[in-house]
């Protein structure tokens, strides 16, 4: 297998109205792009679906974790 076989960009990689465009997940939370949209564009990430996992389980109630920020 290849890269080019592995990997395929999606088809706005190559569209020049949309070079500059980054979709954050934050701007989910600010409700500036379709979730839909984000997650057809953005390769989850094992990473990601632990963070979203304990995110939602948090919200939910499911989760007494506490959280130490510094």
Not at 37 to 54: C, P, R, V
């Amino acid at each position: 297998m290849n890269l080019n076989t592995a990997c395929k960009p999606r088809q706005s990689v190559f569209d020049r109205s949309r070079k500059d465009v980054v979709l954050n997940i934050d701007d989910l939370l600010k409700n500036k792009i379709d979730a839909h949209q984000f997650f057809s564009e953005n390769f989850i990430t094992s990473g990601m679906h632990t963070l979203f996992d304990k995110v939602f389980s948090r919200l939910n109630g499911h989760s007494n974790h506490k959280y130490v920020f510094t």
